[in-house]
């Protein structure tokens, strides 16, 4: 069994910096799409960033692109999302996520994720 625990919230300023982990126990990580979700006051969870099972390729939601990065550590099990230039929109909960048959094509689709962390929140400040 897949257990995710994210960490790194906190409150920021507009403008500001902040780098969330997520590190996965139980199986290692290597083989498995991982990405980052985030759900904001009365929206819906949407996709923001992530990686394939191959870790060969990586995706952006266009609302974040150019200033969010997702990095990976195969041997710590752990994910990263380097956040910059936090705009208060940002303002979400955000939730790591883990699937080891997901396909490329599927990546941005939450429902094809079977494991998902607790989720941690982020407010950025204006």
């Given amino acids: 069994q897949v257990q995710l625990v994210e960490s ?4 920021v300023q507009a403008g500001g910096s902040l ?3 997520c590190v996965g126990s139980g199986r290692s990580m290597r083989t498995y799409a991982m990405a980052w979700f985030r759900q904001g006051p009365g929206k819906e ?3 923001v960033g992530g990686f394939s099972r191959t870790g060969g390729y990586t995706y952006y939601a266009d609302s974040v692109k150019g ?3 997702v990095s990976r550590d195969n041997a710590k099990n ?7 230039s936090l705009k ?5 909960v ?3 996520a883990a699937d080891e048959r997901i396909i ?15 989720g941690i929140q982020v407010t950025v400040s204006s």
Avoid at 8 to 11: K, P
Avoid at 78 to 84: A, E, F, R, S
Wanted: one cysteine or more; hydrophobic letters at 25%; proline letters at 2%.
């Fill in 67 to 69: 200033r969010f990065t």
């Fill in 94 to 96: 955000y939730f790591c």
């Fill in 19 to 21: 780098r969330l982990s």
């Fill in 8 to 11: 790194g919230g906190g409150l």
């Fill in 104 to 118: 490329t094509s599927s990546v941005r689709l939450r429902s094809k994720y079977d494991y998902w962390g607790q």
């Fill in 45 to 47: 969870r949407e996709y």
């Fill in 78 to 84: 752990t994910m990263y999302l380097q956040m910059t």
């Fill in 88 to 92: 208060p929109e940002d303002t979400a």
